[in-house]
T-cell receptor, first 114, second 113 residues
Framework: ETGVTQSPTHLIKTRGQQVTLRCSSQSGHNTVSWYQQALGQGPQFIFQYYREEENGRGNFPPRFSGLQFPNYSSELNVNALELDDSALYLC?????????????FGNGTRLTVT | QKEVEQNSGPLSVPEGAIASLNCTYSDRVSQSFFWYRQYSGKSPELIMSIYSNGDKEDGRFTAQLNKASQYVSLLIRDSQPSDSATYLCAVKAMPGSQGNLIFGKGTKLSVKP
């Protein structure tokens, strides 16, 4: 059973640029959630995808967008990068429809915006 | 605004002692409760989940839940230096695919040899 994998592991971008982060969910999981974790803070919910549809969103602006593909992998896109977007971006998969399916996180992508 | 509060620490305990980590949450309808361990520079790792009032034990870890007091705790018995990490409390309001996890800021635990 493969776990959640994310790519790339590290990324450096310039303010104003766009970035795409990728995530492959754990085998058998159909729900993917994305979180942003700033230094010294707990993860903050960005959005969740279930069967290719967004079915929950946190307090993030529209320049944060996502996709989920038929194989349940997912992308997080961030446009017009700002310095405050520098953070660890975490992807987690779970089994939607199961009452208490916990989240299992990937290793994360460390994004630095200069 | 749904909130999860944790003492940021650092909490320092000697090796072999019991470490007690506490968490309170604001949303009374919360259903599921989780403890994650996060080593510096790494992603969170699930160590415990609890859904009903009372205690749940798994090896050296015990999670305690009191929904009336909106309080959840994690006890680590026989603490080891390898337990030194930040412990994140997370709360989920709704079961199933709907709903997201709300995390506290984490408590940094340091276990001294």
């Amino acid at each position: 059973e493969t776990g959640v994998t994310q790519s790339p592991t590290h990324l450096i971008k310039t303010r104003g640029q766009q970035v795409t982060l990728r995530c492959s969910s754990q085998s058998g999981h159909n729900t993917v959630s994305w979180y942003q974790q700033a230094l010294g803070q707990g993860p903050q919910f960005i959005f969740q995808y279930y069967r290719e549809e967004e079915n929950g969103r946190g307090n993030f602006p529209p320049r944060f967008s996502g996709l989920q593909f038929p194989n349940y992998s997912s992308e997080l896109n961030v446009n017009a990068l700002e310095l405050d977007d520098s953070a660890l971006y975490l992807c987690a998969s779970s089994l939607g429809g199961e009452a208490y399916s916990p989240l299992h996180f990937g290793n994360g992508t460390r994004l630095t915006v200069t | 605004q749904k909130e999860v509060e944790q003492n940021s620490g650092p909490l320092s305990v000697p090796e072999g002692a019991i470490a007690s980590l506490n968490c309170t949450y604001s949303d009374r309808v919360s259903q599921s409760f989780f403890w994650y361990r996060q080593y510096s520079g790494k992603s969170p790792e699930l160590i415990m989940s609890i859904y009903s009032n009372g205690d749940k034990e798994d090896g050296r870890f015990t999670a305690q839940l009191n929904k009336a007091s909106q309080y959840v705790s994690l006890l680590i018995r026989d603490s080891q230096p390898s337990d030194s990490a930040t412990y994140l409390c997370a709360v989920k309001a709704m079961p199933g695919s709907q709903g997201n996890l709300i995390f506290g800021k984490g408590t940094k635990l340091s276990v001294k040899p």
